[in-house]
């Protein structure tokens, strides 16, 4: 990491630009990175937006001075860019890591684009989008820190996890590293805040339509299935990972932000004490993951980068409920992406997220 | 009202279509008449869902059997019909109106296109869209049923009342009547539900964007203003009517249903218990709009035909509070529909609303 | 039912009265009955504000005229009354149904004191109180009229089910019955809206504390694991009924009224068509519960008294997911019990319910 | 100001206590003060869970480490502390500055204790209350920044101002210093979340109450009237200051955080430009507060410390609408005082709040 130490040593600040700054992962973003030392905030994004200042459509960022004009994002200039993070619609991050990929800028792509190993799954379930060629798909890393560390300190193309799959990944992984729990009876029953589905002005996202209602949606159909089997089974370090799978139930939720997954699985010779010792021992040095003794509820980790988890057993019926809260725009989304951010530039891991 | 004698006398139906039926006022109105003991619903028209059944859009109907199936606004046949609702985008029911103008089918409009006696103002502050031929709007009864029951009654043609004209008028009538306040000093500071921005797929309307938020919107622009002026002018039986103007700051309540109205009012010698019996007077026999010892709250009147009203009198400052409650979609649209139905086909007022 | 037949031909108007009206099951019982035609309410008890009518605490009763001022819960006269509905805490039913066993008057209680046929069972789930005698537990008759009409129809002393367990049952017990899935392997994620809770004044139940959040609680130790159990079990007309046996899990929405249970079950042989046939098959005369091709939202069956459920089999992993949506104050609560109240007194079951 | 440089120069933490840190203030003062780069926490007082770590009530703070336990608000040993934040109920601050006048702590009171130069004021709208001693009262400076500066730098009492009468000085201020509106005529209708309420266990805060609901409350008797009105009075800079009174009607919105003021004015032969330059100008240097172009929405100063502030004059009426919204938890109390703690000890105004 040449590079990084480089711009560490001289006090350079990283210019970073941000692709798709209007959305609501992108605002939460942009405040993260306005406010974090070694940043140096140089493109913005917004097709929607693009000649304004952000602070014409989102008054919320009137404090922030000097901050670029909004451009298209295809007049990014990459050659100029220390760091670029890509919170845009599926299909983008693809190609501009085919392009970038020989090149020293680093990419950090919150889409889904550089999240499977097989192409073949993406373009199953994206279609009709199809996957980036293979050479951009074997240099992304997967971006869970708890889980990938090493790799993600040498990414150059970061494929940051989808909020649902780092909910989910986090409640499961340690039992299955500890083969407490059986792989093949894997239930998440999970719920979401509306920040989750995007700035989309559809008729059912309107307040109207969600306000003091309650669904669950796309059952057995969302993409995130399959995003969270292969982080299960990439991190498992178990004989059976290739029998990991999962049946995942979106639900949601009349709120912001905030996701809850309500996680069922069936214990191996599992007492709870060897359960809570198994999340205690794997997020012993992790600041962001947090064995808790209550369940968790979502305003704990409200606009935190944190993961609350707790764990019950029932003797009477032999089932582990493993219960994981998080803020989707934060550890679901921007607040790990400047998780990632920090390993990839030999940073602080939490430096502009506490 | 012969016709509407014969209708009784035969216990015939009166045959009803409802166009826009799948907005929320046109939800509300199918289910209030389709629990109405004298109608029999003939039509229901739905741009936007033609050719399906309404249940496989609004699955809160699946109880309504034999319903008709959703048709092109335009393939209205008001010859077949006793009575049309129309809770469409202005701009649709003046046309219709031109053309039924000499049928003998009834028309009752739930949009703004009816409302203005005056074609400049409706021009003005509906631009582009253009008034009504002076024919029609002549003929068109404001649909008031507190203070303009007997035109109401004689009505072919009823424009309904606007959700805040509704609410205010109700507040601010009996006062001017008795003249307890001065006519150039009033102020409505009103909040409203997301229902009565309609079913918009617009971004500032998103769960995400409304929840946790509140704000005004067209200070000293919304539509409503003049619609309350004019209403106050036509009822006050005031001497000062060509001088009663309002200043009208409506905001937006992160809440589905509800108006409240706060209304500041200049006293003339008048002592809260004078002002108390005004309101006692004028609502003594009609059941739908009562004064309450308490402010009220919106939920008081959730999903009722109901307005509740409060004053307060603050002798410190000598100002006079008034605050009221409807529901948006029951007395500021589909309950004040049907209770001006009742009326026009010479029903107990109260048919199907309580 | 000679008792019955005879109001009925008559014409008299049945005497009811209500213990706990002021409760949130309570208000809806009141709306219910206030408009049934056949009821006359001649008792309303609440021990926080007897001496007062209902108006002055609870103002959206504005408009009912000529109710009876409350009383302390105590001095009810059952002597007086044909139907007493009992919405109170834990404790007080049960004492009642030893009262009025010998009598004529029946009883609807909407606590659980009345629902569990083993008393060891309540002992134990609701310690420190006792359940009720032997001959009042055998009396008392589990309301759940889409599986238990006959024994209803002849009920002295009703015990209306829970929330959770009415949602959890309608969306179970066809398939069990139909043995299209197994005993020993039923999930029920659940969540319900605060009013589920009851109007308790409650730190963790302010909205500063509620809204914007979403938590699981008394994860295994809710009260109704084992109502939900006796319920499956009672009317599975499966061989092994003693070995069904469910995880619950509640869950608490930022909603006022709704219950969403999302079910995961193991189907035995069973394809999706055979499922939703059995759905069908089970629920083709019953007015209050429906099968629904999309996946049901709690605002379809806002304040209705119906049941919307969707089945989706995940071939992939071989599960079926079942979900369940009802309004906790009516199907789970005021609304079933104004549903069995039809059935006990010999009245069409959806009287003052449509 | 010896003992601040001192501390400064020394690059000493300074020791800070905060009293009341459960209420909803008070954990909004100890995430701010936590993250401060000049504070060390060194005392916690709760009543209410006293002996506990305050991880254990709310495990928002998880990340928090080596926070002093929780002690009772009377143990705190004031001589080991440079600063003590009292978030307590009124009663508590005004007798805990009549022990510490004569020490060198510093007391930033969020209470209303010290709010009132007039003890009879105090008196008479916080019966049965009492307002502190005189000396007290002298010593204690109103903490509005942008208006009282110099004498907050120099504070050892500091009064921190209510959360609406934040909101609306801000608002109204520079017009009357400019001589822009009259001083007899102003109307404050203010909507505020519900954590402005408290932590209060009370039926009228439960969710079930004000979820889908608003109302006004406490009309013409809110105890921010005379504080709103001594802040107008003492910064007007206005002849006619003993002729400021103000109609101020306070409304609860079912949102956690937020206040908007809606503020009607007369104005003086002002234009809107002349109004806009106002605010421009008496703001100019002033970081939190900002004049915007389009009418302000609390989620746009959401958990900052800003004011968003809009004026539209209505031509056709003659009125002046000012709105104002603030974050009731930070510039309404806890960001304030923060504020005014980096003034009174020389740091930089917006230490630990960008």
């Known amino acids: 990491?040449?590079?990084t130490a480089k711009i560490m040593n001289s006090n350079k600040k990283i210019k970073v630009g941000i692709v798709g700054v209007t959305g609501y992962t992108g605002q939460v973003l942009l405040s993260l990175l306005a406010k974090h030392p070694n940043v140096q905030i140089h493109f913005l994004g917004s097709n929607a937006?693009?000649?304004?200042?952000?602070q014409q459509t989102l008054p919320q960022f009137n404090h922030l001075a000097s901050l670029p004009v909004l451009q298209k994002a295809e007049d990014i200039n990459y050659a100029e860019l220390d760091c670029i993070f890509t919170a845009t619609p599926n299909g983008f991050a693809g190609k501009l890591a085919e392009e970038i990929i020989d090149s020293k800028v680093k990419l950090i792509d919150l889409s889904a684009d550089l999240r499977f190993k097989d192409a073949q799954t993406y373009d199953e379930w994206y279609s009709p989008l199809k996957a980036p060629k293979a050479k951009v798909l074997e240099s992304a890393v997967y971006g869970l820190p708890e889980f990938n560390r090493e790799r993600i300190q040498q990414a150059q193309i970061l494929a940051n996890p989808g909020c649902y799959p780092t909910a989910s990944a986090l409640g499961i992984l340690p039992l299955l590293q500890d083969a407490l729990v059986t792989t093949e009876d894997i239930i998440i029953d999970a719920k979401s805040g509306t920040t989750g589905a995007g700035k989309k002005a559809e008729e059912s996202l309107l307040f109207s339509e969600i306000t003091e209602s309650f669904s669950a949606y796309k059952v057995n159909k969302h993409r995130?299935?399959?995003?969270?089997?292969q982080s299960l089974q990439s991190f498992?370090?178990?004989?059976?990972?290739s029998r990991i799978f999962v049946r995942f139930t979106p639900h949601l939720l009349p709120i912001k932000r905030g996701i809850l997954c309500t996680i069922y699985l069936k214990p191996v010779k599992a007492s709870l004490d060897s359960i809570k010792a198994s999340f205690h021992k794997h997020y012993a040095n992790k600041q962001f993951v947090k064995y808790v003794d209550e369940t968790p509820a979502t305003k704990h980790v409200y606009a935190s980068n944190r993961c609350h988890i707790n764990a019950s057993l029932d003797e009477r019926t032999g089932i582990l409920i493993v219960t994981s809260a998080i803020d989707n725009l934060m550890k679901?989304?921007?607040g790990q992406a400047v998780q990632n951010f920090n390993l990839m530039f030999g940073l602080d891991e939490s430096l502009g997220l506490i």
Chains 1, 2, 3, 4 share one sequence.
């Open 236 to 241: 498992s370090k178990s004989e059976n990972s």
């Open 49 to 54: 937006s693009s000649g304004q200042l952000i």
């Open 224 to 229: 995130h299935t399959p995003e969270i089997e």
């Open 332 to 334: 679901g989304a921007a």
């Open 1 to 3: 990491m040449k590079q």
